[in-house]
């Protein structure tokens, strides 16, 4: 599944919902056992959330919006299929959050490729389901030093860490996680499934179990006057960087 909504591959609600979409399809289609995630935007995998579905916008609207988060990654990290990332490209914030929620990382090996959730760069904070696959994924110490310093690790940092499975060279990213597709795909599905979800469920039920409140939360916090500041204020960072 290549990624393409230029130029950053930002999540909107629309693109969010032609992910959806996809991966329902593919999740129905039975010929299918996998799929490989990666970006069809040169350099960057994903930007992460779209700013413009949280700046500025009314809260109806970052409600569905934030349904639709919810929505993306629940099915991402629980789907059936093996999902392998291969993330040929800088991934912050929601773009780390749909990378941590592969069953494999394979990291292009540029030091411009940076991954990690850097909300508090932005003045916001990762929501509690980020933070668990964060502390799921590298341990709750480097989780905690992480997500308080907003780190977005470079290659070497990121597998040191823990947060991608393997970094190789940029133009062996898809070959890489074509191998690793196979020897993924040479496990029984069923018993890899169960296991899956043996290992995800509690993590994903702390969500289910409080998915409107949730919502509820972030429409107040994104809402605040002082977060649309902060937000106001590194939108014309992103631009004044363009010169
Ligand atoms: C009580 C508790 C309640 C809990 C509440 C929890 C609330 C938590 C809420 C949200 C969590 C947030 C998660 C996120 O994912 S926030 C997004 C994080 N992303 C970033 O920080 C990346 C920002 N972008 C960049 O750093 C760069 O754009 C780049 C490195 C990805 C690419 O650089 P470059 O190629 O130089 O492109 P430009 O910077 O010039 O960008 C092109 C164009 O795209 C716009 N843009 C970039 N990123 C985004 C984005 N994430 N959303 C929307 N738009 C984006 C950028 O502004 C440019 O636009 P233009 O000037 O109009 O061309």
Request: aromatic share 8%.
């Amino acid at each position: 599944m290549k990624m393409r909504n230029p130029p950053v591959n930002s999540l909107s609600l629309e693109f969010l919902t032609e992910l959806l979409i996809s991966l329902e399809k593919l999740e129905n289609d039975k010929t299918f056992r996998g799929i490989i995630i990666t970006s069809d935007c040169p350099g960057i995998f994903s930007a992460g959330l779209d700013l413009l579905e949280m700046y500025g916008r009314d809260p109806a609207h970052c409600a569905e919006y934030w349904k639709a988060v919810q929505e993306l990654w629940l099915r991402v990290y629980l789907s059936n299929l093996v999902v392998i990332g291969a993330i040929n490209g800088i991934s912050p914030a929601g773009g780390c959050l749909l990378s941590l929620s592969c069953d494999y990382r394979v990291l292009a090996n540029n030091p411009k490729y940076a991954i990690g959730l850097n909300e508090t760069l932005l003045g916001i904070i990762a929501p509690f389901w980020f933070k668990d696959v964060l502390v799921n994924t590298i341990g709750h110490r480097a989780a905690e030093r992480a997500l308080q310093l907003g780190f977005l690790f470079p290659p070497s940092d990121a597998l040191q860490v823990g947060i991608v499975d393997q970094v190789v060279p940029e133009d062996q990213v898809q070959s890489t996680a074509r191998s690793v597709m196979a020897q993924w795909l040479a496990i029984p599905d069923h018993a890899r499934q169960l296991t899956k979800n043996l290992v995800r469920k509690p993590t994903a039920d702390r969500l289910l179990q409080q998915r409107d409140a949730d919502i509820q939360n972030f429409v107040r916090f994104i809402s605040r006057d002082s977060i649309q500041k902060s937000l106001h204020v590194y939108l014309e960072k992103l631009k004044q960087k363009k010169g």
